[in-house]
Nanobody, 123 residues
Framework: QVQLVESGGGVVQAGGSLRVSCAASGRTFYAMGWFRQAPGKAREFVATIASSGNARYADSVKGRFTISRDNVKNTMYLQMNSLNFEDTAVYYC???????????????????WGQGTQVTVSS
């Protein structure tokens, strides 16, 4: 049974940093990624990373967020720096087993979803 277990969410002041994690089990994945959804807003792509380490970021987080994965631990991380109010959202872990294009990953073509973890950036 595949499981994606997230941790690391919480409250942080603007300008601060936070790291969220996604521990996967049940199988390994070609790609893992992060999406987020703020209240009243649509689900938004944040970052994705393939097993090779090839990564893609949303323009809104480039230079501030870093996605990484440990293929031995089957765990993905998102290091978030210089956080601002617009980063406040529920962050969802996603995973895909089969190869696909980077465009498909940005568009949200994954097989599995985590439960989400709340990240709140205060003023």
């Amino acid at each position: 049974q595949v499981q994606l277990v997230e941790s690391g969410g919480g409250v942080v002041q603007a300008g601060g940093s936070l790291r969220v994690s996604c521990a996967a089990s049940g199988r390994t994945f070609y790609a893992m990624g992060w999406f987020r959804q703020a209240p009243g807003k649509a689900r938004e792509f944040v970052a994705t990373i393939a097993s090779s380490g090839n990564a893609r970021y949303a323009d809104s987080v480039k230079g501030r967020f870093t996605i990484s994965r440990d293929n031995v631990k089957n765990t993905m991380y998102l290091q978030m720096n210089s956080l601002n109010f617009e980063d406040t959202a529920v962050y969802y872990c996603e995973a895909r087993a089969a190869f696909t294009s980077m465009s498909a990953l940005v568009a949200g073509k994954y097989d599995y979803w985590g439960q989400g973890t709340q990240v709140t950036v205060s003023s």
